[in-house]
């Protein structure tokens, strides 16, 4: 996963942590947006996405 990449994942993810406790986004979509917040951070923090894998997808330069 690129640095660009990463860097868009975790700006998603405050994003939506910071909608549900303004209260925004509640109930069930606040819920699967935290859920997805936290998909995006962890998928960011190791670098790793499972899906790019199964569609066969690279955000890293090449070197």
Same mark, same amino acid.
Request: hydrophobic share 55%.
């Given at each position: 996963?690129?640095? +660009?990449?990463?860097?868009?994942? !975790?700006?998603?993810?405050?994003? /939506? *942590? ?6 925004? &986004?509640? @109930?069930?979509?606040?819920?699967? +947006?935290?859920?997805?917040?936290? !998909?995006?951070?962890?998928?960011? /923090? *190791? ?6 894998? &199964?569609? @066969? ?7």
């Amino acid at each position: 996963m690129g640095n +660009s990449d990463r860097a868009i994942r !975790i700006v998603i993810a405050a994003v /939506l *942590v910071g909608l549900y406790f303004s209260e925004v &986004l509640t @109930g069930t979509i606040g819920i699967i +947006s935290l859920v997805v917040a936290g !998909i995006f951070a962890l998928t960011s /923090l *190791v670098s790793f996405c499972p899906l790019y894998t &199964l569609f @066969g997808l690279k955000t890293r330069a090449k070197t």
